[in-house]
């Protein structure tokens, strides 16, 4: 719900963002908080990516590799990644595998993309449009004064003695674009003709390890962060649950965690509408954080609201 309505408020286009071009006709006519519909599952066909239930691992070379025989979930997160499936279905969704409909070698050519990063040129051009108001005018400014955003801080250009040329308008960015374009406009063609509304993929095999070492590579899908960060299609994370933990992965209590699920090209309301209806069914996927307790104080909603209204 909270969602919903933050998606109501900021979703639209920005003619600053050529990606946001169009947004606006994506929009639903009564806004996304009208999916919030407990019935949401009913009828809906989700997808699923059979092939995302074993290991692959990131090597010391970068490089994506799959092991011969993946290794199956984990038994500590393997009774909530059921249970979550089973609650997909019992909402009334039919749940279809994707694994060979969506194959991975669609999915590595995407991660053969060259990555160009514009995100310097970005910040620079946004510091310098806010003229004297900017106390810092580029991000060589903000790591001279011992700022910190990013690790790309650190290969922070001068703009007097090392300029940097804006990386649109580059080959590479036009390669990288198309590449992410096609990935995009395939992917929406292997939902729209198999009739499919979304799909649910395990996006971490195991629990994490606190401290990462040779020893645990990096337990998640291949081709996790592809669909949504790399191609734009809309994903969110649904919860799971709790998984147990044990001393060896370095914490003392149970994790939690959730499983991938994205959707074609602008069409971030059915999911949404999924999600909602999941949430409303689903047992014991969250439990309120030690760390932030109730308010026992009764009150306190009340003089909240007088707040906001006197705001």
Known sequence: EDLAILMDVIAGSDSADEW??????YIPEDGYTSYLNEDGLEGKRIGYLANSFGYYYTSEDGENVA???PVALDSKIE????????TLVEGGAELVDMSEMLPETLIKELSSTGYVDVFEWDLNTYLESLGENA????MWDIKENGG???DSIESAHNPETDPISDPRATEEYEQMKAKMLNFRET???I???NDIDAVVFISQTDVADKEETSDNKNNAASYLNKFGPVAGLP???IPMGFAETDAENGYDESMPLGMSMFSSYGNEATLIEIAYAYEQIADNIRMAPSSVPALEDENVNEFLSSLISEV
């Open 187 to 189: 992917v929406n063609e």
């Open 79 to 86: 009774e909530i990644t059921e249970n979550a499936i089973n």
């Open 135 to 138: 106390t810092m005018k580029s």
């Open 20 to 25: 946001t071009a169009e947004a606006d006709s």
């Open 67 to 69: 092991v011969d025989s």
């Open 191 to 193: 939902l729209a003709e």
């Open 235 to 237: 994903e969110m994370m």
């Open 148 to 150: 910190h955003m990013t």
